[in-house]
Structures are given as C-alpha cells and as structure tokens.
C-alpha cells in the first residue's frame, strides 16, 4: 500500500468539479484506489509516501478516436479536403503497415508519447492488417496505455495496396478477436473504417460478429458533405447516413461514432435513443474543412460526447491541446449562433477528455474507489502567481499553458508508467 499526495481535481459531471488541496489518495498493492480525501486518516499515516508538492493531480486522459497507422503523417495534407487527403497520404501510408518492423517502430514511438503527454486509455483504429494491430496492441500495453484497439474493414473504395475482399474482412476480423485474447488491459473492437470503404455483406457480417462476440463497435459519422452525400449514393434506399449502420446492427449502445459534425437532428435524436457515442474531434474537423460540432446542442439533447485527437488529421496527440481546441470551436459555433451559451467552459472540457471517456471503460468518473488509478501529476509551479489562484483557476490556466513537459508523473492501471 502507499499514498500519494496532492493539489487533486476529479471531474464528478459536467458541471461539477471536486477539488482535494494537499489531499491524498491511497492505493492498495495492485493500484486501486482505496480512500481519496482532505485528510490522512491515522491507519494510513505510517504507509509509503509520495509527495507533490504543489502539483496538480488530474485523472489521466482518455483519446476516443485516433489511427495509430496515420501516426507519421501527423502534420501532412493539412490543405487537403477528407477524400482527397485519404488517398493522396492516409491510404499509402496505412498500406506500409504490411511490414511489421515498420508498424513496430512507428507504434512503439506512438505509444511512448501517448503516456508521455498524459492519455492512459484509447479507443483506437488500426489498419486493415491483423498481425500490424497486434503488434499496436503489443506496443500499447508494453507501455500502460489501456482500452480497445481495432483492426480497420475495408473491402470496397480504398487502393490497390490497401483494400481487403470481403471474405479476407471476416476472416481476418475473427483471428483478429481470437489472437486479442492475450491481452490484459486491450481489447477488440469492431472497425469497420466508414460507410464507403465497406460492402453491404461486410457490414451485415460485422454486424453479426459484433454481436456474437459480444463487441463493442467505433466508426465515423457525418463528417464531410461530400461524404454524406456519397453516402446516399451507395445507400439509396435510406434517409440518413446513421441508417447505414443499423441496417446492420452496428448502431447500438456505446457504438462510438467521430465527428458528427453535420449530424441532423434526427441523427442526434437516434443516438441519443440508442446511446451512441459521438467523438467530437475539433483539431481535424478544422484542419481538413470539414466543419464545427456543435457540441452544447449535442448536450442539450442527452448525448454522450467524448473528445478525440483524430490523428493524423488532427494535428495533436495532446489531449490539453485538444481540450482548448475543444472550447475554441466552441465559441465559433457561438460567433455564429449569437449565444454564449454554446461556449464550453473549461471544466466542461475536462470532464469530456477525462471522466466522460471514462465511462466508456468503468461505468464510473472521478477517481472511483477500489478502481486501479488512472491519473497524471502536472507540475504548474513554475507559471506567475500560482498561490493566488484557486485549483480550478489553476487547472483552466493548465490547459492553455502547459505541455507534456510539466507532466512529471502518469499513473495507469495503478503503476505508475511515467
């Protein structure tokens, strides 16, 4: 057992912050969270202490949507609009993945800076490769990073080098959850990569798969216009692009869907009944013109919204970064509508990368008791005037002016990984 001491914030909702000034935590031998509070109770006092002194601790960040093959592109075709940037740089580069040295190297570097900047638990796409996504989830758990992982499906509308027959999909898709079994803190989610790139007999075979095996299921939804509207193109039997997913029972609770960013509100309205997830990616919907989400008329409505880097279309790896980007998109939405209500504040955004992705993976937010710790230590001390700000004050400033440079320590699954 051991304690570890702090300036601790835990995001209880949106709207409500819970602040521990010089409080502590304590963990048992495996890392679970056994008491959190102002004070050290006596039976604790004489346990293993860890002190940061006037530090922040935060709970750790949880990335909704990323593509780990996209990760050597980050910065790339940043002119370029959805379509034309998935062929010109995504596709070929996806396609290296083949090689398993090269996955190996450029997911070892990604998973080393997902923990470095702070992000203990993912929801990931792979490329279409098996053996390439278990080599990602080999690199993820070697260094504490936690969640689901998926091999893409693609078997129409990609390139000669990276497109699957339909039969190769479901083949690969079911050595891919057999193989996955030996991971301890990853697991298997159902991919496929969007509308476009599947046939409607891989869509209704994932479907099957996905609830035989009792699996989880990420995609993309409403991201581009012109995505829509050839999504209506393939799709002309249907009204909307969500239809397309549960045509095949792909939508359903907890399928997490990125973007949304020209969802109607018929499409809001069926994934608030069926409790799907949107992934709001700020970062990418701006850097490839895509568009805004208008995220506080997501919450309004009763939708569970997440955030998400979307490298390599987003630009970051960096959930703090992503958070301001969050609230910046935000008051965009805002200088168009006239309403400040639609701004998010800063809280708001630290509950939707922490506590809201949080969820996905416990059922709990915060730093549940008797849950293995998830958490990071930001050293802020060195920013003007810290003394006079209250912790929460503290922890808005944190988001705009620090880096993974002030993150001194990550905590996943209860050990301590940085």
Not at 95 to 102: F, H, I, T, V
Not at 139 to 163: A, F, H, I, Q
Not at 198 to 212: D, R, W
Not at 219 to 245: F, G, T
Request: hydrophobic share 35%; proline share 3%; glycine share 4%.
């Amino acid at each position: 057992m051991k304690v570890i001491k702090g300036n601790i914030i835990e995001a209880q909702s949106l709207n409500t912050l819970k602040t521990y000034k010089n409080g502590y935590l304590v963990l048992d031998e495996e890392g679970k969270l056994i008491c959190l509070s102002q004070t050290l109770d006596k039976e604790y006092q004489n346990l293993p202490l860890t002190d940061y002194g006037d530090a922040l601790i935060l709970q750790s960040f949880c990335d909704m949507h990323l593509h780990a093959p996209q990760y050597p592109n980050i910065g790339l075709g940043m002119d370029l609009e959805l379509i034309d940037w998935l062929n010109t740089y995504t596709f070929p580069t996806e396609a290296k993945c083949k090689d398993l040295n090269y996955a190996r190297n450029i997911y070892s570097h990604l998973a080393k800076e997902l923990i470095n900047k702070g992000t203990t638990r993912v929801c990931m796409f792979s490329s279409l490769h098996t053996d390439a996504t278990l080599v990602l989830m080999e690199e993820l758990e070697k260094e504490g990073v936690t969640g689901y992982v998926g091999k893409v499906n693609m078997d129409r509308n990609g390139s000669s080098e990276l497109e699957e027959t339909t039969k190769e999909s479901i083949t690969e898709t079911l050595r891919f959850i057999k193989e996955a079994e030996r991971f301890k803190t990853l697991k298997p989610i159902i991919t496929p990569r969007f509308t476009p790139s599947c046939t409607n007999s891989l869509m209704e075979n994932l479907g099957k798969i996905a609830n035989s095996y009792n699996l989880l299921v990420q995609s993309h939804l409403s991201e581009n216009l012109k995505e829509i509207e050839w999504v209506k193109e393939l799709h002309p039997d249907l009204d909307e692009y969500w239809q397309s997913y549960a045509k095949y029972n792909l939508w359903k609770e907890k399928t997490l869907m990125a973007h949304c960013v020209y969802s109607s509100d018929s499409e809001i309205k069926a994934m608030k009944e069926a409790k799907v997830v949107a992934v709001h990616c700020p970062d990418s919907n701006i850097n490839i013109c895509s568009g805004t989400a208008p995220i506080r008329h997501f919450l309004n409505e009763g939708v569970w919204v997440t955030l998400g880097s979307d490298i390599a279309g987003g630009s970051t790896l960096s959930m703090l970064k992503v958070m301001t980007l969050a609230i910046r998109a935000s008051k965009n939405i805002a200088i168009t509508t006239k309403d400040k209500s639609d701004v998010l504040t800063a809280e708001e955004a630290y509950y939707l990368a922490t506590s809201s992705g949080e969820r996905y993976f416990n059922d709990k937010v915060g730093f549940p008791l008797n849950e293995k710790l998830h958490a990071i230590v930001l050293d802020d001390t060195a920013l003007v005037e810290t003394e006079r700000l209250t912790l929460s004050q503290r922890l808005e400033r944190a988001l705009y002016r620090t880096n993974e440079n002030n993150i001194i320590a990550v905590y996943s699954e209860g050990r301590k990984v940085k």
